[in-house]
């Protein structure tokens, strides 16, 4: 077996567990759509598709967010936001003197690396700026 083919079914596997977290996650928000769901993990694409729409919309709209992932609610997207936006602002205390002039073009580079551009990319560097 080549190692093309070992790396054309390790993808298709992973895409199938992803189609598959998202079809359970869909699942029990049926089942019980009323209760508050704890530890639904997010795929690689959902997250993805998140800093698509961050970039899009900007970190604030997160109704609009929620609208366009449609295995995820508001309450969890919400909740992504939160966690995703805590660690940058770790990094950024930890790896950024911002006295120095090229603070924000740091902060810009490692944001663009991590998949922020556009609106969200500018909101957050704005949001920085109080560190």
């Given amino acids: 077996m080549s190692v093309s083919n070992i ?8 895409e199938g567990q992803e189609k598959l977290i998202q079809k359970l996650d869909l699942i ?10 704890k530890n639904v ?7 993805a598709k998140f800093l698509e ?10 109704s609009e967010i929620a609208k366009n992932i449609p295995s995820k609610n ?8 939160q966690k995703f936006f ?11 003197d ?6 924000s073009e740091q902060i810009s580079q490692y944001l ?11 909101q957050v560097i704005v949001s920085f700026s109080d560190y």
Avoid: C
């Avoid at 993990?41 to 997250?47: F, P």
């Fill in 86 to 96: 805590l660690r940058l602002g770790g990094w950024v205390r930890k790896n950024v």
């Fill in 7 to 14: 790396k054309v079914q390790y993808l298709e596997i992973k």
């Fill in 98 to 103: 911002m006295s120095r002039a090229n603070a």
């Fill in 28 to 37: 029990l928000r049926q089942l019980s759509p009323d209760e508050k769901q």
């Fill in 112 to 122: 663009t690396q991590h998949g922020l551009k556009g609106e969200g990319l500018k």
């Fill in 41 to 47: 993990l997010w795929t690689e694409t959902e997250h």
């Fill in 74 to 81: 508001v309450q969890q997207v919400a909740s992504h936001a």
């Fill in 53 to 62: 729409l961050v970039n899009k919309f900007g970190k604030n709209k997160l």
